[in-house]
């Protein structure tokens, strides 16, 4: 039995149903269990939350930093957010270290949800997906009512 | 006489539990396989199931369906 861990973090049970002529235990279920480490530490977090008001430009920078021995490249980065958002990575630490930002003009009310692809060299890992969410609420005029 | 009809019932038991038994049986003895050390994701993991026949016909696996 093998299982394939991409895209899995933290406990991963798998299991199989193994079916035979036994006719006391047709069935019996077999299980793998691991624990998976991420191929990227994020620091703060491995999802971005921008919440702001029309107006307020904002954003949110995850340090990404890889558990590999081996040097890890990014190679390009791809993201759904639309053009009301922009997204920028440069190198902390060639190889290793990445900080990927996320940002919005926020020039109109709106809220986005999205995902940031990482396309990676040096892993079997081709890509790394990271999600946001990007929420624009109206300007606050100050009026009590 | 009471000695003999327990002795019979005794041996038709056993040979009925013998009927039962017969057969494919099928054992794994370790069902379940934890790998103690972490691993990277993307890394594929491997388990090696032995399954064992402990009865007295050819025990056949018909199919492993993932769960």
């Given amino acids: ?145 | 006489m009471k000695l003999r009809c327990l002795s019979l019932t005794v041996l038709i038991l056993l040979v009925w539990s013998g009927a039962v038994q017969a057969g494919p049986v099928m054992v794994i003895p370790e069902p379940s396989i934890k790998i103690k050390e972490p691993v990277l994701e993307g890394a594929t993991v491997r388990g090696e199931f032995e399954v064992l026949n402990q009865g007295d016909e050819d025990l056949v696996i018909n199919k492993v369906s993932p769960g």
């Fill in chain 1, 1 to 145: 039995m093998q299982v394939d861990t991409r895209g899995y973090k933290g406990r991963v049970r798998k299991s199989a149903l193994v079916i035979t002529n036994d006719t006391q235990a047709v069935n019996r279920t077999i299980s793998l269990e691991a624990a998976v480490r991420p191929l990227l530490e994020a620091e703060p977090s491995h999802r971005f939350y921008i919440p702001t008001q029309v107006g307020r430009p904002a954003k949110m920078s995850i340090v990404l930093t890889s558990n590999l021995p081996e040097p890890l490249k990014i190679t390009a980065l791809d993201h759904n957010f639309g053009p009301a958002a922009q997204v920028e990575w440069e190198a902390v630490e060639a190889g290793r270290s990445y900080r990927v930002t996320l940002s919005t003009q926020a020039e109109r009310e709106m809220r986005l949800a999205g995902q940031i692809i990482l396309h990676l060299e040096g892993t079997n890992t081709e890509t790394y997906r990271l999600t946001g969410f990007i929420e624009v609420r109206a300007k606050e005029t100050g009026i009590k009512e």
